[in-house]
């Protein structure tokens, strides 16, 4: 089956920037999301399409994708971005979530 | 605004049964595929089962084939999930949550609303 491998952990200081790696075979070749999760909250959509971004959220969260890597990247990183960040991609009738990384700012 | 209302979840037996139920609002149900997808006490997101926006296509993640069903009722705007011969490790936290695509897996998907989870624990 298609896995879809995250860093289990990211650690940024304030103002600096994130970056979270999403590896898949191919993975270049399908679109990739990419979903915030706050403790105790449900996931919210932060990126689509492997670079678009929902209205709502802001600027400093970009994406992209190319050959067997989707990276979320998280400019001036703010203490709010605190979570856990999952990509996903659909593969063969199946969707498919990374194993997620947690994002700390120290 | 668009709202996904979970219900069913509960405490049940391994081998026994239950039925969730995702109630939706604010957008036209049928237009779109949905989804169940489910989280174990401390761990990631398990995508578990899609539908298509006319019921017809149906998927289903490896490890709940052949014992959970997918269904929906777009008359009355909800979704199911069948959970039968229900094991411990089905135990977790499932979410529905809504495609932007008629057909799952179409070009461009991606999940823009999730509701907020109804609880499954699968003990003795």
């Known amino acids: 089956s298609y896995a879809l491998t995250q860093p289990p952990s990211v650690s940024v200081s304030p103002g600096q920037t994130a970056t979270i790696t999403c590896s898949g075979n191919?993975?270049?070749?399908?679109?990739t999301s990419w979903y915030q999760q706050r403790p105790g909250q449900s996931p919210v959509l932060v990126i689509f399409?492997?670079?678009e971004r929902p209205s709502e959220i802001p600027e400093r969260f970009s994406g992209s994708n190319s050959r067997n890597t989707a990276t979320l990247t998280i400019s001036g990183t703010q203490a709010m971005d605190e979570a856990d960040y999952y990509c996903?991609?659909?593969?063969?009738?199946?969707?498919?979530f990374g194993s997620g990384t947690k994002v700390t700012v120290l | 605004e668009v709202q996904l209302l979970e219900s069913g979840g509960g405490l049940v037996q391994p081998g026994g049964s239950l039925r969730l139920s995702c109630t939706a609002s604010?957008?036209?149900?049928?237009?779109?595929?949905m989804n169940w997808v489910r989280q174990a006490p401390g761990q990631g997101l398990e995508w578990v089962s899609a539908?298509?926006?006319?019921?017809?296509?149906?998927f289903y993640a490896e490890s709940v084939k052949g014992r959970f069903t997918i269904s929906r009722d777009n008359s009355n705007n909800t979704l199911y999930l069948e959970m039968n011969s229900l094991r411990v490790e089905d135990t977790a936290l499932y979410y529905c949550?809504?495609?932007?695509?008629?057909?799952?897996?179409?070009?461009?998907?991606?999940?823009?609303?999730w509701g907020q989870g109804t609880p499954v624990t699968v003990s003795s």
């Open positions: 949550a809504k495609d932007v695509v008629v057909v799952p897996g179409a070009p461009g998907f991606y999940f823009d609303s």
């Open positions: 604010g957008f036209s149900f049928s237009s779109y595929a």
């Open positions: 539908i298509g926006g006319s019921g017809n296509n149906t």
């Open positions: 191919k993975l270049g070749d399908k679109y």
């Open positions: 399409r492997d670079n």
């Open positions: 996903q991609a659909w593969d063969r009738y199946t969707y498919v």
